[in-house]
């Protein structure tokens, strides 16, 4: 009779590593991995690639060594940028689900609101930098305000439309009950939400990260765009990619954040989730006077 | 902004619990969903309210419960005129409308929560109610672990959990294969008959409208409207085998006749 999520133990995450379908594809990929390592070393060693123009491996690998190790340069830049991106993203998500919240509310203030919102969002967002950079100055807050501007779209437009899209017969069924606004809101709507909201948070996190990149790229004094801009300008090649590794670190970072808040909150999409949380609600319900 | 909340037992006995007259309801202005719908339902009655699609039946509950406006004529639930969803009328829908981040013990709860906090005897109020309708070793389970015939047995414990002494049911197991349909019908009897509320039924299923009703209004479309009431006399409790007898029989042609009356 039950569909899903019937007792029994599963195995251990560790479990995987006897598995021999598992196994085999990990040992294609290392293969695949490194012997295209190889060939680009190879051929780098043989002088067949110009190392001013594309280093070998081992020259990115010291260069990455350098920076995290020997001058340990790169953590204050790494910080900086890491900052930006974030508080972008806070005030960004701030107001895009706030004002979500207003327009799913009140068919007024989404019939006066959101063309701006769209508006904004077909202006390219990067564009805005000079102005920007004009009306913040040359630190931390032009890039702060730039990754909240291109952050603001796909948490406003997920979050809306997250919001509206409320099943009839639920919504009756709270009016039924005689559940206030504030009631069908916080009990129905948002939690109806959560994924929508959350999926626009994934996209935006990254998006953020950007955001404070290319602000730093039109003009900063620290900040992992400007340390990237300034091994480029030397042509140091091999050190610009090994800052470029840094930001796919800083994106891969980020997101897998964003992706454990969103397993957290939005459990009920994840089978494997259920049982945890349902012994804690039993636990608190027990608890209760 | 409720009425008050009455005994089970209904306001005055004898008298109606539900009162229409001439109730119609018009949508967009054009679109009659229902005409002139006159009819009473007495404490403890359960009516089956039966027709095919259009015929005003969800119409006529959804007004019932308080959640849409009548366009012309009378409706009173317990002596008040209908307006606003009160706490002595509740609902059930075809589909489960069980939220699927709460528990089945959190969903049964849901009424109450909205009206006070929840305490400890709310709790046990609810787990017996949970285990009423089959699911006791469910009740920390979430919805989408469950089948949906178990899911529609949780939102009937939400709606016993309101405490409502009115039941509205849209086409409450409509969704489910006839299997489980024909055991929840038997269960749902059982249940109404311990609690004694009075009980409005919609269904498309003219077998279901009579074994489970005192009264089956007969309704019909274009425009919506009451056609006929027949008074179900069948002896209680009932059994599945009621269905194989003769005067049952002859009560579904009855009331099909009055489908093929209409239709000519």
């Known amino acids: 009779m039950i569909a899903r999520g019937a007792p029994g133990r599963k195995p251990a995450r560790w479990m995987v590593l006897l598995d021999p379908v598992f196994l085999r594809r990990l040992a294609t990929h290392v293969l695949i991995f490194t012997s295209f390592i190889a060939v680009w070393e190879w051929a780098g060693q043989t002088g067949r690639l110009n190392d001013l123009i594309m280093p070998a491996p081992s020259a990115i690998a010291a260069a990455i060594w350098r920076m995290y190790v020997v001058t340990g340069e790169i953590y204050w830049h790494f910080f900086v940028t890491m900052f930006e991106a974030v508080s972008g993203f806070v005030i960004g998500g701030v107001i895009g689900l706030g004002l979500a919240i207003g327009a799913a509310l009140s068919l007024t203030f989404r019939r006066y609101v959101a063309p701006y919102a769209v508006a904004l969002n077909v202006t390219p967002g990067i564009a805005v930098t000079p102005i920007f950079i004009a009306w913040f100055g040359f630190g931390w807050n032009s890039k702060i305000a730039l990754a909240a501007l291109i952050v603001f779209f796909p948490i406003f437009v997920n979050s809306l439309s997250g919001l509206l899209r409320v099943d009839r017969d639920t919504e009756e069924l709270m009016r039924s009950l005689g559940a206030s606004k504030m009631q069908t809101f916080f009990k129905l709507m948002l939690p109806n939400a959560a994924p929508m909201i959350f999926a626009g948070f994934k996209v935006a996190i990254t998006t953020a990260l950007v955001g404070a990149i290319v602000a730093e790229f039109a003009s900063a004094t620290e900040g992992i765009g400007i340390m990237m801009q300034r091994y480029a300008h030397r042509l140091d090649i091999a050190a610009s990619i090994g800052v470029l590794i840094s930001m796919a670190l800083m994106g891969l970072l980020l997101f897998t954040l964003m992706e454990v808040a969103d397993r957290r909150t939005v459990f009920w999409l994840r089978p494997e989730r259920l049982e945890q949380v349902s012994r804690k609600r039993r636990r608190r319900l027990m608890a209760l006077k | ?264």
Not at chain 2, 152 to 165: E, H, P, Y
Request: charged content about 20%.
């Open chain 2, 1 to 264: 902004m409720y009425h008050e909340t009455r005994a089970a037992d209904g306001a005055d006995p004898g008298g109606a619990v539900i009162l229409g007259h001439g109730v119609s309801k018009l949508f967009g202005g054009t679109v009659v969903a229902l005409e002139g719908a006159t009819f009473t339902v007495k404490p403890r009655q359960f009516i089956s309210l039966v027709g095919p699609s259009g015929c005003g039946k969800s119409t006529l509950l959804r007004m019932i419960a308080g959640l849409i406006e009548p366009s012309s004529g009378s409706l009173h639930v317990h002596g008040d005129p209908v307006g606003k969803p009160r706490r002595d009328v509740g609902m059930m829908f075809q589909r489960p409308t069980l939220m699927a981040w709460r528990t089945v013990l959190e969903n049964v709860l849901l009424p109450t929560e909205l009206v006070r906090k929840v305490t400890a005897a709310d709790r046990d109020h609810a787990l017996e109610l949970i285990e009423l309708v089959g699911l006791k070793d469910f009740a920390y389970a979430f919805p989408s672990q469950l089948s949906g015939g178990m899911q529609q047995r949780a939102s009937l414990a939400r709606l016993l959990q309101t405490g409502a002494d009115v039941l509205l049911l849209d086409e409450p197991f409509g969704a489910l294969d006839e299997f489980t349909r024909e055991r929840l019908n038997l269960e749902l009897l059982r249940i109404v008959a311990q609690f004694g509320r009075t009980t409005l039924f919609v269904t498309h299923n003219i077998q279901e409208a009579i074994f489970l009703a005192d009264e089956v209004f007969v309704m019909t479309p274009r425009p919506g409207r009451i056609a006929g009431i027949v008074e179900v006399p069948f002896e209680r409790p009932r059994d599945i085998s009621l269905m194989q007898t003769v005067p049952f029989n002859e009560m579904v042609a009855e009331v099909r006749g009055i489908f093929d009356r209409d239709n000519k």
